[in-house]
């Protein structure tokens, strides 16, 4: 049994034994204590912190008691307000220490105003808050857009110079924050709105960007710094629909990458359309460049009547209908020899079928001229290789067709066709889908852009149809006399109208010089113009003798060789006596009577024979214009009904006539 301790031990250390018990006491009682102190004091100090409100507005003084002592803050309106506010509060019964933090309400300018999503619970507001919108009330309003979790700090200053409408842009922000992962913040600076922030799933990313292409009314975006999420199933996909349209779906790693796709995409279609449904995110591989692979599928799906081209897994796979024959084995040899870095082969589930439509295209463009589409043979190819070189001989022939069967009848004529009708554009080009072909681009001349139409279907073999969309180039008018004269001279450009011998119609080949002399005059209303005729060399076949209202497009009566009336009362007439006497009989010996009687004959038949060698009276025919005149009035016709006033314009006076080495001259007169 263990001894006891003594009365000594107990007298000198028995103080000690009461310690622990001591210390519990404090322990409880200190907290209580001091709370019931706090409390009393912030009830105290509760006057003090209203009667800093003005009419209507939100307190501006805000306490944080601890313990005996407070800490003021906030922004007073002025100096002898904060100096009041501090002076009552050193006043307060039972209050120790007063810590002031009281600042004094400015001009805010830029008025700036941060939101950060410090954590998924917790938004910071920091910056600018304007001065008659009080914490509490700000966080009020806000509150609404935020998961019901979500606490807002509002560490931000009281400030004059808020832009109008402040509420609705920084709850504008402040929804745009929700779908962001913590670390995102939005900004207003005076009316600008910005925003910066990784988005926590593909559909946010999607639901932001819309919502910004709309900030509130009064206020613009800024500069948006959004990332999109990482998606674990990064995808990418072209579809060739039937008809060339192109549908984009999958992923994209960026907005600069989606604008570089989709103008590979425009491209690609050829006029088509392009349906973009990508949507982005990162999570392509590493080493890949979205650009590159974009190219690629494209090239891909270039060679599919119809089909998809598919990146997923690192791995690009095809499928659909080839493009022709040729196609399967070129997709097999790209996916093989060509891939873009990183990316692996994938299956190939590809069918041949016959085209259908059948289509070829020839666009030309400022320095060049495409082809494009299928062609039946090496021997239709080199025939509209042919047609276009004399035609196009100042651009680039780029030949990218393909041989492909299944070709409707007579398609190297309606290409010939379209041809001719493209070589008078400044730009356009000519579609063939099976038996139709259309004809679209810029002319350039006012004055013919509506012929074109008409003009091609008359040229289209048997079977087939055309349609033809030009637009007319804009109307200008020009006072300078000299550019007027140099414009007149472009339209000339060295031009020879040299109509064939002994006709007046208009050749095709005069009509781009006559709509290009039409659109000067036009422009320029101070030009005259004199037209002068050519005639035939020496040796040509004599002139018809068309008539003088012969319509400029269709003048085939001028050349029928028909005469006229005038021409049948200009003729000479035969005279009864110009023709052969009978043979006379045996002569006999005359009689008196029978001399008497041969004297009266003779006299008669001379009577007879000068009334019929005297010229029967008619009324004289007008002379007949010599055929450089008529030239002449057939290009001042066809002139006038290009829209040049009568009064611009004159052929030239009987008699006169041009070089006909030179054929058809058209001088401006003083």
């Not at 950060?116 to 919108?133: C, F, K, Q």
Request: one cysteine or more; proline letters at 8%.
């Amino acid at each position: 049994m263990p001894a006891l301790p003594s009365t000594h031990s107990l007298r000198k250390f028995g103080w000690a034994v009461g310690l622990p018990g001591l210390a519990l006491i404090v322990g409880v009682a200190t907290p209580f204590l001091a709370s019931r102190t706090e409390r009393r004091l912030d009830e105290t100090a509760g006057p003090v912190v209203r009667a800093t409100a003005e009419t209507g507005l939100e307190p501006w003084l805000r306490l944080n008691v601890r313990g005996r002592d407070l800490i003021a803050t906030g922004e007073a309106p002025n100096e002898a307000g904060r100096v009041a506010a501090l002076d009552r509060l050193k006043r307060l019964p039972g209050l120790r220490h007063v810590v002031g933090r009281i600042g004094i309400v400015e001009d805010a300018s830029p008025f700036v105003w941060t939101a950060t999503r410090t954590s998924p619970e917790r938004i910071e507001l920091t910056g600018n808050r304007p001065v008659e919108i009080g914490p509490r009330a700000l966080a009020a309003k806000l509150a609404p857009e935020l998961p019901s979790e979500t606490r807002i700090v509002d560490q931000a200053k009281a400030a004059r110079g808020a832009p109008p409408d402040f509420s609705a842009a920084s709850a504008f922000a402040l929804e745009q924050l929700k779908p962001l992962a913590p670390g995102a913040s939005a900004t207003i600076a005076d009316t600008t709105v910005s925003l910066s922030g990784e988005a926590s799933t593909v559909a946010d990313y999607e639901a932001v960007r819309e919502a910004l292409a709309h900030p509130p009314t009064g206020f613009t975006m800024g500069k948006v710094d959004l990332r999109p999420a990482v998606t674990p199933d990064f995808r990418f996909a072209v579809t060739r629909e039937r008809g060339g349209n192109l549908v984009l779906s999958g992923n994209v790693v960026s907005e600069t990458a989606r604008e570089e796709i989709r103008a590979l995409a425009d491209d690609a279609a050829d006029g088509a359309t392009v349906d973009d449904r990508m949507q982005t995110a990162r999570g392509l591989a590493d080493g890949i460049d979205p650009t590159t692979l974009g190219r690629f599928a494209f090239q891909l799906s270039s060679l599919l009547q119809d089909g998809s081209v598919t990146y997923a897994d690192s791995r690009l796979s095809v499928s659909g209908t080839a493009l022709d024959g040729q196609a399967i084995g070129e997709i097999d040899a790209l996916l093989r020899d060509g891939r873009p870095s990183g990316t692996r082969a994938g299956p190939v589930d590809l069918a041949a079928m016959p085209l259908s439509p059948y289509r070829f295209m020839v666009r030309r463009e400022s320095d060049a001229v495409t082809l494009t589409g299928h062609l039946p043979d090496g021997a239709t190819r080199d025939r509209i290789l042919a047609t276009l070189r004399p035609r196009f001989f100042r651009e680039r022939i780029v030949d990218k067709s393909r041989i492909a069967e299944g070709a409707p009848p007579n398609l190297a004529g309606a290409v010939e066709a379209g041809i001719t009708s493209l070589a008078m554009l400044a730009t356009g080009d000519i579609r063939l889908s099976d038996r139709s072909l259309a004809l679209t681009g810029d002319s350039l001349y006012r004055e013919s852009a509506g012929r074109f139409e008409a003009d091609l279907a008359r040229r289209m073999p048997a079977g087939w149809q055309a349609q033809a969309e030009v637009k007319p180039p804009p109307g200008t008018t020009l006072d300078d006399p000299a550019a007027c004269r140099n414009s007149f001279d472009r339209a000339m450009n060295g031009s020879r109208l040299v109509f064939a011998p002994g006709g007046v119609t208009l050749r095709a080949e005069f009509y781009p010089t006559l709509d290009a002399v039409a659109s000067a005059a036009k422009a320029c209303p101070g030009l005259r113009i004199e037209v002068t005729g050519h005639a035939d060399p020496a040796g040509a076949a004599s002139a018809p003798k068309p008539a003088l209202d012969a319509g400029v497009e269709n003048t085939s009566s001028a050349e029928s060789g028909k005469p006229r009336d005038a021409d049948k009362a200009s003729k000479p007439v035969v005279a009864k006596a110009d023709k052969p006497h009978a043979k006379p009989a045996d002569p006999k010996p005359a009689s008196a009577k029978d001399g008497k009687d041969k004297a009266t004959v003779d006299k008669a038949a001379k009577e007879k024979d000068a009334k019929a060698e005297a010229p029967k009276e008619a009324k004289p025919a007008e002379p007949e214009p010599d055929i450089a005149r008529q030239r002449a009035l057939v290009i001042v016709e066809y002139l006038l009904q290009a829209g040049i006033p009568a009064d611009r314009i004159v052929a030239a006076p009987a008699g006169r006539t041009n070089a006909s080495g030179q054929g058809v001259g058209l001088a401006l007169r003083s």
